[in-house]
Each structure stands twice: as structure tokens, then as C-alpha cells.
């Protein structure tokens, strides 16, 4: 341009090139989308690596190794892996995982096909729960009792902080189920049987952990991605996990799906499936609901993920064969053991056409998609973002006041005869097992999948149990607390504080026939303090309102702590007041859900939900009866185990270097002569391997003695058939070697064996001999009322 001008005026003369020229219309190019984009890439992909986006195996079951090899799209860590293999592995060998996961898949690829970024995802339920020294909040069921969703919104951004710390992209939380039978053992991960409560503050939770839609912060590298689950219907299955919802479609859909809009419409960027059926339809494989409702009705565009090995539980299909949930709507996945041997099927569904491409594509570029959104192609590795390896953040002091805000906030006080506030000078004893317990305390997923078992409250650093609380606010005014478990003491308190409450438990492990709460620790102790004439308060944890009348008549104050999680002193908060007995926290939660009058299924309401009185608005207390149908007769099928360990039953292996007490079903004697171990029979962990690998014993402690009428009956398969005897008994043997090789190579089995041929009075015990190798696979051992064989010389 320069030189033209020049050459005119050099010219002295107007030259045509001299004549301004007309100048085009510059057309804006509009920028691609990300869906537009995210097809760009998958366009550049080669089937493999399309297919792999949809395969989401667990931290236990790859190397970085396999990441480089087969650049999955995503991974999880399930609730019992860890880094290494190790559980109960700190904070910076999660971030170390990251980085070499992600590094693995960052290596260039030939030809110049696009890198794609992984995500880590894991279920930060309630908090970081996996990760020792993360904060724990209390459960869904607790912050339903708050019902505060600005509350909420700051667990879930405390949550996404400490889950980014460690490297981790994506949290598997929250949960939107409507629970509707308090049986179920998820229970406490609804907020509500309200569906209005649940909307409200699951698309707190979203927004929480995602950041706000539309603000600068929304998934930036301080945020995570949510997801929402399980879609749909997982609270409406009658009680029992997994279960089928059944009725009018319209009226389900009313309840159960109602909180998925508004927590789409705030950002949700993923959806998990639920494991129930619809009508008889598994979610996995329900093209109406997966791709109809979620996506036409809803207007949901971003990842469908499967739950773990969902997908197998559809009618023809297996954990590694199974194009029906691909066609129905799912986008990827979750197969944590089995993984390899999906790939390989899809690439040749996708290849035979078994699978049309662009369903493939599809579900790729909707994978892609998120990871655009997510700002993962520009993000560097776990440990250079802005909160990688900020140890300060996870477990610290502000989250940990957040979560103890949300412990006194969730209290809900069902009794008081003037008991509270207990006087800060006050003399207080604190008793029950679960008091100086943070495992119990926090519940499932807490470090591992089930909670509880070893755990003990060395694994959880920086986290305070409620017995730990109470002294600490008693201490500071002067008074005197002491914590005696059994309720013993040799100084006369002037009130004493009983904490007890369910096991810790996961999903289909803590499914129940009925409301009743069967462990009589706690009212043991209640009514030792009442004979005593000492003023008593319980705190109940649990994660559902139970039927507990017995307990709530014994005592004076009666207090739902549900599941507080890793802050106890907020219990101490709201039950300890000032040196003169006045309050300095009241209560304020209140009843998301019914608390049942009777221990059987659908009884009526004796506290309906919104039910929550407080020192200033107290309440009476209504006759409570003491009885209950569960209680008058006595069970005609005792469990020992059956998809979950049986209540109240002991184990205790043992071999020639001792003997050990087995929790849940999973451990090994001293010497590891027998090994109990669970794996994946139709669900996650509901069978049990048991393997004699050299002369031993495993002993099985009944909660209650059984007559001799009925049968034991074993429910198993034959892995390694016995070279030498094998025997079951009480007080007399009966031998098992030709019952176990009548079963080889034919799957499943049922064996009955007589009572009556085990003992000559009421049986406490059984007790499982082998002399030499043995190996079964366990669906369920159960004392029930058919009588078996009439001989006691098996096979049976």
C-alpha cells in the first residue's frame, strides 16, 4: 500500500490503481460451537480411541500404562480403591496418580490424531470421603433436616476445592433420589421424600460444586464436575436397592423425576443411571427414559455414565457385551474390572454394525464436549492448577466450620422433659460404643465403600468425635465430662449423654425388612441410667428415622443426629449449653422424612416430616407404644448372609497361628489358612469368596440362638473341590465333602442341612472345617424353616 502511494505521487498524475477501490463486506464467521468443535475431533479419531472414550475402568484394575495404550475417556476410583492399591493412601498419593494418569494420556499419538484428555471422577458423596484428612459433611438426610440450600451451595464448593486439590476432575454426587421407604439402604443419601426439598438442594449441591452458570468461576479448575443421579426412580423400588418402580408412569415421573430439570437447567453436566427398573425395564437399557424423557423432555445435552457394571444387569446382556444401553442413551460405560474385554466388543459391534457409527460418534462427541466445557484441553496437569497439591484445603479450618454448621443445623430434637441444654459446669458422662467413634459417626462412604469395619479415628486426621466435642465445650466452662463406653463410673454424673445408633453400611447392605432398631446397646444403657435415677439424653445415628420407641421412652431427651460426619463438636453446639444452663446454639432441623410409629412396613407417621421442635417452640411428647410386630414374633428365616452379612452375626477365622474376628464377611485368619473375600455376583461386593488354602476353621456367631427345627441352607458354587474332610457343625459334625463334589461344574447350588443333625439343643454357632484346600463361591447361607434331608449322611 505504501509503495502505491508513492508511485501516485511520483506520477503526478491519477493513474486507475490510484482510485480508492471499493472494499468487500467483511462477513463474521461465526465460532464453531463446542458440539461443533467436539465433532471436529472425533471426526479425526480412529475407532479405537472413539471407543475407548467410552469405557470407564477403576484406579485398581490399570496402569498409567493402559492409559497410554488405550486412552480411556474416563476413570473412577471405586469406594474401596485407592492409589496403590491403598484405601487409606493420603492426599499426595492421590495427586502423584493424577499426574501419571494424566501424563500417560497426554503422550502424542501417530498419524497427528488429537490427544483427548482424561477425566478422574469419584464419589465425593459427602465430601472428599475417600481421602483420609478430608473434611466429611453430614449426609443428604442430615442437610434435608437443615434445609438450607444456601448451605448446601457452600459444601458442595468446600467439596469440589478439596477434590481438585488432589488432582480429581469429576464427582459422582449429588444424589436427587426421592427415597420413599426408609428401608432402603440409601436412605441417607435423599435429602427427602419431599421432591421440591430434593430439587432444592441438589441444584444447590450442582451449582456448589460446579460453579455458578453464566459467572466466570463456572467450571474452572476450582470447581468440579457434578453429576446427578441416579436417573430415575432409585428412591420408589418399595425399600429394596436396585429394585423395580412400579405404577403409574405419569405419577412416578411426578415424584421422582422432578428434581432433574431444575438441576439440568442450573448446568448438571453429567447424569448417572439408576441400577431400578421402570415397570419392569432396567434404567441401563431404557431408551424412553434415557433418550426420551432425559434428553427430548428435559433438554439435557451433556454425559449419560452408567453406574457400575449397570449395563450387565440388562436382560441379554453381560458386564462385556451389552450395545443395548449404548443404543438406549447411556454414553459411557462404568466397567471397572472387566473393561478390556468391552473394548474389544464394541470396536467390533462398531465395525460389524452391530453399532451404527454415528451412535458411536455421537456419544464420543458428547464426551468431548463436556471436557470442552470443562476447560480440560487447556488445563495442565493436576499438580500445576491452581489448587494441586494446596494441602491447606483439604480439611481446613473453614470447611471444617461449614461442616459443623451443618451438624447443629441438621439436629433434630424429637424429646426433651428439661434435660437440655445441659449445664456447661454440669458433671456429664458419655457413653455408648459409637460416641468416641468417628467411623460410626460418618457412615458409608467414609475412606471405604461400607464405612465402619477397621476404621478407626486415626484415619480420619483433624476430625473431632462427638464425644471429643461434648468435653471440649463442658471442659471450657469448668465442668467435668468423662467418656465411659459401657456406661460404668465411679463418680456420679449429673446427666449422662448415650450415643449409639446403626452400623455404618452402603447401598444394598443396609436394605432392612423393617423399622426397627434392633441393637439394644443403647437402651440397655438408657435404662441402667434410669434404675440409677441419673437424667439421660440419646443421640441417635442413623441414616433414616427408625422406629426407636423403647429408646425414646427410656430416656429423658432424645435427640436424630443422623450422620454428622467428621465435625462432632456441632452435636455439642446445640446439647451443651452456657455454665447457667442456657442455650447457645438451638435447634432447628426439622423431619425430611416421616418418622414411622411402628416398626412395619408403612406404618404411620409419628413424627410427620417438617416435624422439629427447639427451646424456644418446644414440644410434648406422645404415649409411645413398646412393642412392635417384629419383636412379638420371632423370624422364620434367619440370615447369615445374603448379598449382605446378616445382623448381628460374628465371624472369627481361624488356623494354626490363631484366630481373628472377620468384619463383613472380607478378611483373612493370622496365617491366611482361610480368606474370605467379596466379589461381583449380581451387584457390587454381594457374594463372597470363601478359600481354605491350608487346614482351618471359620466360625459363625448367631445374634440369637435358633432351635432344631429347620435346615442351614448354603447357596454356592464349587471353585476348588476338597482333597480331605470338610465338616459343618455345632455341637456334633456332619460331613461335606460329597455335598461339595456333587456341585462341581454345575454353577449355583442349593444344600440343606438338618438342624437336627448339628446339635441336640439350641444352636449359637456353626462352625466351617476344612483339613486341606477348599475353595466356594457364597450367594447366601441362611437358617430357614425346611427341614432338608432326613438323613444326616449327606450329599444334601
Given at each position: 500500500?505504501?509503495?502505491?502511494?508513492?508511485?501516485?505521487?511520483?506520477?503526478?498524475?491519477?493513474?486507475?490503481?490510484?482510485?480508492?477501490?471499493?472494499?468487500?463486506?467483511v462477513?463474521?464467521?461465526?465460532?464453531?460451537?463446542?458440539?461443533?468443535?467436539a465433532?471436529?475431533?472425533?471426526?479425526?479419531?480412529?475407532?479405537?480411541?472413539?471407543?475407548?472414550?467410552l469405557?470407564?475402568?477403576?484406579?485398581?484394575?490399570?496402569?498409567?500404562?493402559?492409559?497410554?495404550?488405550?486412552?480411556?475417556?474416563?476413570?473412577?476410583?471405586?469406594?474401596?480403591?485407592?492409589?496403590?492399591?491403598?484405601?487409606?493412601?493420603?492426599a499426595?498419593?492421590?495427586?502423584?496418580l493424577?499426574?501419571?494418569?494424566?501424563?500417560?494420556?497426554?503422550?502424542?499419538?501417530?498419524?497427528?490424531e488429537?490427544?483427548?484428555?482424561?477425566?478422574?471422577?469419584?464419589?465425593?458423596?459427602?465430601?472428599?470421603?475417600?481421602v483420609?484428612?478430608?473434611?466429611?459433611?453430614?449426609?443428604?438426610?442430615?442437610?434435608?433436616?437443615?434445609?438450607?440450600?444456601?448451605?448446601?451451595?457452600?459444601?458442595?464448593?468446600?467439596?469440589?476445592?478439596?477434590?481438585?486439590?488432589?488432582?480429581?476432575?469429576?464427582?459422582?454426587?449429588?444424589?436427587?433420589?426421592?427415597?420413599?421407604?426408609?428401608?432402603?439402604?440409601?436412605?441417607?443419601?435423599?435429602?427427602?421424600q419431599?421432591?421440591?426439598l430434593?430439587?432444592?438442594?441438589?441444584?444447590?449441591?450442582?451449582?456448589g460444586?460446579?460453579g455458578t452458570?453464566?459467572t466466570?468461576?463456572?467450571?474452572?479448575?476450582?470447581?468440579?464436575?457434578?453429576?446427578?443421579?441416579?436417573?430415575?426412580?432409585?428412591?420408589?423400588?418399595?425399600?429394596k436397592?436396585?429394585?423395580?418402580?412400579?405404577?403409574?408412569?405419569?405419577?412416578?415421573?411426578?415424584?421422582?423425576?422432578?428434581?432433574?430439570?431444575?438441576?439440568?437447567?442450573?448446568?448438571?453436566q453429567?447424569?448417572?443411571?439408576?441400577?431400578?427398573?421402570?415397570n419392569?425395564?432396567?434404567?441401563?437399557?431404557?431408551?424412553?427414559?434415557?433418550?426420551?424423557?432425559?434428553?427430548?423432555?428435559?433438554?439435557?445435552?451433556?454425559?449419560?455414565?452408567?453406574?457400575?457394571?449397570?449395563?450387565?444387569?440388562?436382560?441379554?446382556c453381560?458386564?462385556?457385551?451389552?450395545?443395548?444401553?449404548?443404543?438406549?442413551?447411556l454414553?459411557i460405560?462404568?466397567?471397572?474390572?472387566?473393561?478390556?474385554?468391552?473394548?474389544?466388543?464394541?470396536?467390533a459391534q462398531?465395525?460389524?454394525?452391530?453399532?451404527?457409527?454415528?451412535?458411536?460418534?455421537?456419544?464420543?462427541?458428547?464426551?468431548?464436549?463436556l471436557?470442552?466445557?470443562?476447560?480440560?484441553f487447556?488445563?495442565?496437569?493436576?499438580?500445576?492448577?491452581?489448587?494441586?497439591?494446596?494441602?491447606?484445603?483439604?480439611?481446613s479450618?473453614?470447611?471444617?466450620?461449614?461442616?459443623?454448621?451443618?451438624?447443629?443445623?441438621?439436629?433434630?430434637?424429637?424429646?426433651?422433659?428439661?434435660?437440655?441444654?445441659?449445664?456447661?459446669?454440669?458433671?456429664?458422662?458419655?457413653?455408648?460404643?459409637?460416641?468416641?467413634?468417628?467411623?460410626?459417626?460418618?457412615?458409608?462412604?467414609?475412606?471405604?465403600?461400607?464405612?465402619?469395619?477397621?476404621?478407626?479415628?486415626?484415619?480420619?486426621?483433624?476430625?473431632?468425635?462427638?464425644?471429643?466435642?461434648?468435653a471440649?465445650?463442658?471442659?471450657?466452662?469448668?465442668?467435668?465430662?468423662?467418656?465411659?463406653?459401657d456406661?460404668?463410673?465411679?463418680?456420679?454424673?449429673?446427666?449422662?449423654?448415650?450415643i449409639?445408633?446403626?452400623?455404618?453400611?452402603?447401598?444394598?447392605?443396609?436394605?432392612?425388612?423393617?423399622?426397627?432398631?434392633?441393637?439394644e446397646?443403647?437402651?440397655?444403657?438408657?435404662?441402667?441410667?434410669?434404675?440409677?435415677?441419673?437424667?439421660?439424653?440419646?443421640?441417635?445415628?442413623?441414616?433414616?428415622?427408625?422406629?426407636?420407641?423403647?429408646?425414646?421412652?427410656?430416656?429423658?431427651?432424645?435427640?436424630?443426629?443422623?450422620?454428622?460426619?467428621?465435625?462432632g463438636?456441632?452435636?455439642?453446639?446445640?446439647?451443651?449449653?452456657?455454665?447457667?444452663?442456657q442455650?447457645?446454639?438451638?435447634?432447628?432441623?426439622?423431619?425430611?422424612?416421616?418418622?414411622?410409629?411402628?416398626?412395619?412396613?408403612?406404618?404411620?407417621?409419628?413424627?410427620a416430616?417438617?416435624?422439629?421442635?427447639?427451646?424456644?417452640?418446644?414440644?410434648?411428647?406422645?404415649?409411645l407404644?413398646?412393642?412392635?410386630?417384629?419383636?412379638?414374633?420371632?423370624?422364620?428365616?434367619?440370615?447369615?448372609?445374603?448379598?449382605?452379612?446378616?445382623?448381628?452375626?460374628?465371624?472369627?477365622?481361624?488356623?494354626?497361628?490363631?484366630?481373628?474376628?472377620?468384619?463383613?464377611?472380607?478378611?483373612?485368619?493370622?496365617?491366611?489358612?482361610?480368606?474370605?473375600?467379596?466379589?461381583?455376583?449380581t451387584?457390587?461386593?454381594?457374594?463372597?469368596?470363601?478359600?481354605?488354602?491350608?487346614?482351618?476353621?471359620?466360625?459363625?456367631?448367631?445374634?440369637?440362638p435358633?432351635?432344631?427345627?429347620?435346615?442351614?441352607?448354603?447357596v454356592?458354587?464349587?471353585?476348588?473341590?476338597?482333597?480331605?474332610?470338610?465338616?459343618?457343625?455345632?455341637?456334633?459334625?456332619?460331613?461335606?465333602?460329597?455335598?461339595?463334589?456333587?456341585?462341581?461344574?454345575?454353577?449355583?447350588?442349593?444344600?440343606?442341612?438338618?438342624?437336627?443333625?448339628?446339635?441336640?439343643?439350641?444352636?449359637?454357632?456353626?462352625?466351617?472345617?476344612?483339613?486341606?484346600?477348599?475353595?466356594?463361591?457364597?450367594?447366601?447361607?441362611?437358617i430357614?424353616?425346611?427341614?432338608?434331608?432326613s438323613?444326616c449322611?449327606?450329599?444334601?
Amino acid at each position: 500500500m505504501i509503495g502505491r502511494l508513492l508511485a501516485c505521487v511520483a506520477a503526478l498524475v491519477i493513474l486507475p490503481a490510484c482510485v480508492a477501490q471499493p472494499v468487500a463486506p467483511v462477513t463474521a464467521v461465526p465460532a464453531p460451537t463446542i458440539e461443533q468443535r467436539a465433532a471436529n475431533i472425533v471426526g479425526q479419531m480412529s475407532i479405537e480411541h472413539k471407543v475407548a472414550q467410552l469405557i470407564q475402568p477403576d484406579i485398581s484394575t490399570i496402569t498409567p500404562a493402559d492409559v497410554a495404550t488405550y486412552r480411556f475417556g474416563s476413570i473412577l476410583n471405586g469406594g474401596n480403591s485407592g492409589p496403590g492399591g491403598d484405601d487409606k493412601a493420603l492426599a499426595p498419593a492421590w495427586l502423584a496418580l493424577a499426574d501419571a494418569m494424566w501424563d500417560a494420556a497426554q503422550q502424542p499419538l501417530p498419524g497427528g490424531e488429537p490427544v483427548i484428555p482424561m477425566l478422574w471422577a469419584t464419589d465425593a458423596v459427602h465430601g472428599h470421603n475417600n481421602v483420609p484428612g478430608a473434611t466429611i459433611f453430614p449426609h443428604n438426610i442430615a442437610l434435608g433436616a437443615a434445609g438450607d440450600a444456601a448451605l448446601v451451595r457452600r459444601i458442595g464448593e468446600a467439596t469440589a476445592a478439596e477434590v481438585a486439590a488432589t488432582g480429581i476432575d469429576w464427582a459422582f454426587a449429588p444424589t436427587l433420589a426421592v427415597a420413599r421407604d426408609t428401608r432402603w439402604g440409601r436412605t441417607y443419601e435423599s435429602y427427602s421424600q419431599d421432591p421440591r426439598l430434593v430439587a432444592a438442594l441438589g441444584t444447590a449441591m450442582v451449582e456448589g460444586l460446579q460453579g455458578t452458570r453464566g459467572t466466570p468461576d463456572f467450571l474452572d479448575d476450582r470447581h468440579v464436575i457434578a453429576t446427578i443421579k441416579h436417573f430415575f426412580g432409585d428412591g420408589g423400588t418399595g425399600g429394596k436397592d436396585q429394585g423395580d418402580t412400579a405404577g403409574s408412569l405419569a405419577e412416578i415421573e411426578a415424584v421422582h423425576a422432578a428434581p432433574y430439570p431444575p438441576a439440568i437447567a442450573a448446568g448438571a453436566q453429567s447424569v448417572m443411571a439408576s441400577f431400578n427398573s421402570i415397570n419392569g425395564v432396567k434404567m441401563h437399557g431404557n431408551h424412553a427414559m434415557l433418550t426420551d424423557l432425559l434428553r427430548e423432555t428435559m433438554g439435557f445435552n451433556g454425559v449419560v455414565v452408567g453406574d457400575w457394571n449397570g449395563h450387565g444387569q440388562i436382560p441379554g446382556c453381560t458386564n462385556t457385551n451389552c450395545p443395548q444401553s449404548l443404543l438406549a442413551g447411556l454414553d459411557i460405560y462404568m466397567v471397572p474390572e472387566e473393561w478390556k474385554a468391552l473394548y474389544t466388543t464394541l470396536i467390533a459391534q462398531a465395525r460389524d454394525g452391530t453399532i451404527p457409527m454415528a451412535r458411536i460418534d455421537e456419544a464420543a462427541g458428547r464426551i468431548i464436549a463436556l471436557k470442552l466445557r470443562a476447560g480440560a484441553f487447556e488445563r495442565p496437569r493436576p499438580s500445576a492448577r491452581s489448587l494441586g497439591g494446596k494441602w491447606g484445603a483439604i480439611g481446613s479450618p473453614e470447611h471444617r466450620a461449614i461442616a459443623r454448621e451443618a451438624v447443629r443445623k441438621s439436629l433434630v430434637l424429637l424429646k426433651n422433659d428439661g434435660v437440655l441444654p445441659i449445664r456447661a459446669s454440669a458433671s456429664v458422662l458419655i457413653a455408648g460404643k459409637a460416641a468416641d467413634s468417628i467411623a460410626a459417626q460418618s457412615g458409608g462412604w467414609s475412606i471405604s465403600w461400607q464405612g465402619g469395619g477397621d476404621l478407626t479415628n486415626a484415619n480420619f486426621p483433624g476430625a473431632t468425635s462427638i464425644s471429643a466435642g461434648i468435653a471440649q465445650a463442658v471442659g471450657a466452662a469448668g465442668g467435668r465430662a468423662a467418656l465411659s463406653a459401657d456406661g460404668k463410673f465411679n463418680t456420679r454424673p449429673d446427666v449422662a449423654i448415650v450415643i449409639f445408633g446403626e452400623p455404618p453400611y452402603a447401598e444394598f447392605m443396609g436394605d432392612r425388612l423393617d423399622h426397627r432398631f434392633d441393637d439394644e446397646e443403647g437402651l440397655a444403657l438408657l435404662k441402667r441410667f434410669k434404675a440409677a435415677g441419673i437424667r439421660t439424653v440419646a443421640v441417635l445415628l442413623s441414616g433414616r428415622p427408625m422406629w426407636v420407641n423403647r429408646e425414646i421412652s427410656a430416656a429423658d431427651a432424645f435427640v436424630a443426629a443422623w450422620l454428622p460426619g467428621s465435625e462432632g463438636q456441632g452435636v455439642a453446639d446445640v446439647l451443651i449449653g452456657t455454665a447457667d444452663g442456657q442455650p447457645r446454639q438451638d435447634f432447628s432441623g426439622r423431619l425430611s422424612f416421616d418418622w414411622p410409629a411402628d416398626c412395619a412396613p408403612g406404618s404411620a407417621a409419628l413424627f410427620a416430616a417438617g416435624f422439629g421442635p427447639s427451646y424456644a417452640a418446644p414440644a410434648s411428647t406422645p404415649m409411645l407404644a413398646a412393642s412392635c410386630r417384629a419383636i412379638a414374633g420371632a423370624p422364620s428365616v434367619t440370615t447369615l448372609f445374603a448379598r449382605t452379612p446378616g445382623r448381628g452375626v460374628t465371624l472369627v477365622a481361624r488356623d494354626a497361628s490363631g484366630e481373628r474376628t472377620i468384619q463383613r464377611w472380607i478378611g483373612s485368619s493370622p496365617s491366611g489358612a482361610v480368606k474370605l473375600g467379596a466379589f461381583d455376583l449380581t451387584a457390587q461386593e454381594d457374594g463372597r469368596a470363601i478359600d481354605f488354602t491350608a487346614k482351618g476353621d471359620l466360625d459363625i456367631a448367631l445374634a440369637t440362638p435358633v432351635g432344631r427345627v429347620g435346615s442351614v441352607e448354603l447357596v454356592f458354587a464349587l471353585v476348588t473341590p476338597p482333597t480331605g474332610p470338610v465338616t459343618l457343625g455345632a455341637t456334633r459334625t456332619v460331613a461335606l465333602e460329597s455335598t461339595l463334589k456333587l456341585a462341581a461344574d454345575k454353577g449355583y447350588r442349593t444344600a440343606r442341612i438338618p438342624l437336627a443333625c448339628l446339635a441336640d439343643a439350641p444352636i449359637a454357632k456353626l462352625s466351617l472345617h476344612a483339613d486341606s484346600p477348599v475353595a466356594l463361591r457364597l450367594k447366601s447361607l441362611r437358617i430357614v424353616p425346611e427341614p432338608g434331608p432326613s438323613s444326616c449322611q449327606g450329599p444334601f
